[in-house]
């Protein structure tokens, strides 16, 4: 992970109950729109990706040429959802793969 290996990473979350990564700072937020300005309100970063429950914002991440992610959440598939949230939170964060890619 990023923050294992030194980086200062935030995790601006939505509403999930969700554990933090360890080494990981994380700011809650309720909306796209405060996502939005706790995301202005930490540049300049460096966004490695954007995982969302909604499209909303879609078409602005992957203009950016950034990864964009969804994943819907119902009340049916909350457990499994968050699953793939952490998994893809790991992912994201982990350097690794980037420097030294394994085919």
Not at 3 to 14: E, P
Not at 74 to 98: F, V
Request: charged residues 25%.
């Amino acid at each position: 992970m990023a923050a294992a290996a030194g980086a200062r990473v935030t995790l601006i979350a939505g509403p999930v109950h969700l554990p933090t990564p360890h080494g990981v700072d994380r700011i809650d937020v309720e909306t796209a729109e405060d996502m939005a300005e706790e995301v202005r309100r930490a540049l300049p970063v460096d966004i490695v990706g954007v995982v969302s429950n909604h499209m909303t914002y879609q078409k602005l991440v992957v203009n950016h040429d950034l990864p964009f992610h969804h994943i819907k959440v119902t009340k049916e598939n909350k457990p499994e959802a968050e699953a793939r949230l952490m998994d893809m939170t790991r992912n994201l964060l982990d350097p690794l793969p980037r420097f030294f890619p394994v085919d």
